[in-house]
């Protein structure tokens, strides 16, 4: 995995800027403890973050951002942690939804959402019916995510279909998953200095570029965006390939 040191990588300042960025918001509790907080502080700081990174990527014209805000083993986390964080992203849908709409952002939930509450449920799929004919941006929000439960999930619908398995093809299976109509991301930023993929996007992310920063998810700025936008740039994508898509033979 190529992390901040760009010796390995070639130069090629013609490649454009990634259409997908998705974020692995890592850091949040020890932003928090850091500065004598509870963790729930931190998640808190993380959302009113959101609206800055949404700013800061739109500028560079990316059309699809996704955010890692709740994986299917941070169930396993304290009782009250869980109870917080599901609070707390019914408080973001309720505050943020409608200053996310007038700015145009779609937002899209990946996950399941069996295991919340009614209410949250409620909220969850009314940001999805207010916003979703909106267009500047896409925002999609991965809560009770994992990727290995969405591809076991996409086993389970096209074997409950009877889809025969000749006619399966990659692209019939991304159709299954929750991804479905977003492209692969083309670059994931992860906060905080963690370096693990953290079951997060595991059949969309093939391809994907990584880039880890130290800096925690409510600190991220324009700066750090920069820094990554710039990283991506400085790679060339093969695709498993010797040459990148489009160059002479």
Do not use: C
């Amino acid at each position: 995995m190529q992390l901040k040191d760009e010796s390995s990588t070639t130069t090629n300042a013609a490649q454009p800027v990634p259409r997908h960025v998705a974020i692995i918001m890592d850091g949040n509790g020890r932003w928090a403890t850091q500065r004598g907080l509870p963790r729930l502080e931190g998640h808190r700081a993380g959302v009113d973050n959101i609206h800055a990174v949404l700013e800061a990527l739109g500028a560079y014209g990316i059309q699809y951002v996704t955010i890692y805000a709740f994986s299917t083993e941070n169930w396993n986390r304290p009782d009250e942690e869980v109870e917080g964080l599901m609070s707390i992203l019914q408080e973001a849908i309720e505050q943020e939804t409608a200053a996310l709409h007038q700015r145009g952002v779609r937002i899209l939930h990946l996950g399941r959402t069996d295991r919340l509450s009614p209410a949250l449920q409620q909220s969850v799929a009314y940001a999805q019916n207010l916003t979703r004919q909106n267009r500047s941006i896409t925002l999609s929000v991965a809560f009770d995510y994992g990727g290995r439960a969405e591809i076991l999930e996409a086993v389970r619908r096209i074997l409950r279909e009877g889809v025969p398995s000749e006619q399966l093809t990659e692209d019939m299976f991304a159709g299954y998953l929750y991804t479905a109509g977003l492209p692969d991301p083309d670059l994931i930023i992860r906060t905080g200095g963690e370096i693990r993929v953290s079951n997060f996007l595991l059949w969309q992310s093939a391809y994907s570029e990584y880039y880890s920063t130290s800096t925690p998810w409510p600190d991220l700025g324009e700066a750090d965006i920069a820094t990554a936008i710039e990283a991506f740039r400085m790679r060339q994508r093969r695709f498993g390939s010797l040459q990148p898509p489009g160059a002479p033979i």
